[in-house]
């Protein structure tokens, strides 16, 4: 067998930040070894007051769970307008799916920092993101 060293992959990555926080994917669905029906695995931070996301997608599926902090989730059907808000926080664990045509944006409302662990099933397409208002 192999030596340790020589079987595992320490893989770089890159860290996104701004004055809203900060974005950082964990599985890019492009990884040696990975099948080839796997999706995205993402981090990303919140600020309080801060706002992240404010789109949707034409095909992408999501999974969003906070593992730190608390935020609202507002999410709108962009065919029917039918509007939904979730308060998601560490200490009500869950994981909400959001489906294609569905706009989201997470807004922190709390003190500190929020930490969003994410999946999607899609690998990233710009074309797959839609800029949405939400009012």
């Known amino acids: ?3 340790l060293t020589e079987r595992i992959k320490i893989i770089e990555r890159h ?3 701004d004055e809203r926080g900060w974005f950082l994917k964990v599985i890019t669905g492009t990884e040696d070894n990975i099948p080839s029906h796997t999706g995205e695995v993402y981090l990303t931070m919140g600020k309080p007051g801060q706002s992240k996301g404010g789109h949707y997608h034409l095909q992408a599926l999501e999974w969003f769970t ?5 935020a609202m989730l507002k999410l709108e059907d962009i065919t029917t307008h039918e509007k939904l808000e979730i308060e998601m926080s560490l200490s ?3 994981t909400v799916f959001i489906p294609n045509n569905v706009a989201h944006i997470i807004t922190n409302n709390g003190d500190k920092n929020f930490i969003l662990l994410s999946y999607t099933d899609k690998l990233y397409d710009p074309k797959d993101t839609i800029v949405y208002n939400f009012e």
């Not at 906070?66 to 608390?70: L, P, Q, T, V």
């Open 92 to 94: 009500k664990a869950i």
């Open 66 to 70: 906070i593992i730190e902090g608390d």
């Open 15 to 17: 860290l996104i930040a």
């Open 1 to 3: 067998m192999y030596p």
